[in-house]
């Protein structure tokens, strides 16, 4: 017997749109983002849910309830599920971060705080990591969990069950509105990863 844990990316924001780092910055899911997150719930609506968490950010829990809402399950919000603390970097663009020394620096380093105000990769492995190992205990074995959080945690959840270096996450893709799925046989073990980033159409993907 085995646990399934489904890792979820929120649907789309303004600013995702336009590739901005949120943050933690509470912003809502656009059209594009409700719309994703229809799809999903309709995407799940046969799978037998175990337990919903989420982020406590609206983006995330707006994900969560559409999703949520047909299994008549109550979204638990978990704040060690939350975006990355961006500090200064809040707002600006992917592309404007990726010409910086600093953020060179945060790649290399996991456990760096690049800049006054920013979170580390590992502390956010930590915190995602114990809220993962906390809801398979709280659910027997056998169950499916799912979780929706950001592109950043997920990544980093993913770098850490599959033994990749957490200054690598960002080479694994997780558009908005796309699913992860992890098995787990036992608490003893690391999972076996059955899909990342999943949920696209062939022109999405290699958009």
Request: glycine share 6%.
């Amino acid at each position: 017997m085995h646990s399934t844990l489904l890792l979820v990316r929120h649907g789309h924001t303004d600013w995702s749109r336009t590739r901005r780092v949120m943050g933690r910055r509470d912003l809502p899911l656009n059209e594009e983002g409700r719309a994703k997150g229809s799809a999903l719930a309709a995407r799940f609506a046969s799978l037998e849910l175990a337990e919903v968490l989420s982020s406590p950010l609206v983006r995330s829990v707006e994900t969560a309830e559409a999703i949520a809402a047909p299994h008549r399950i109550e979204v638990a919000r978990d704040p060690r599920l939350t975006d990355v603390q961006a500090g200064p970097w809040e707002g600006r663009s992917i592309a404007e971060m990726s010409t910086s020394r600093e953020y060179d620096a945060f790649l290399a380093d996991p456990r760096a705080l690049a800049l006054p105000g920013a979170e580390s990769l590992a502390a956010v492995r930590d915190r995602a990591v114990a809220s993962i190992g906390q809801a398979l205990e709280d659910n027997p074995l056998g169950a499916n969990v799912l979780v929706v959080t950001h592109a950043t945690v997920v990544r980093v959840l993913l770098a850490h069950y599959l033994g990749m270096n957490l200054a690598e996450h960002h080479r694994l893709r997780v558009a908005a509105g796309t699913f992860s799925v992890l098995r787990y046989q036992s608490d003893r073990e690391l999972p076996r990863v059955l899909a990342i980033n999943h949920g696209l159409d062939l022109d999405a993907l290699l958009g």
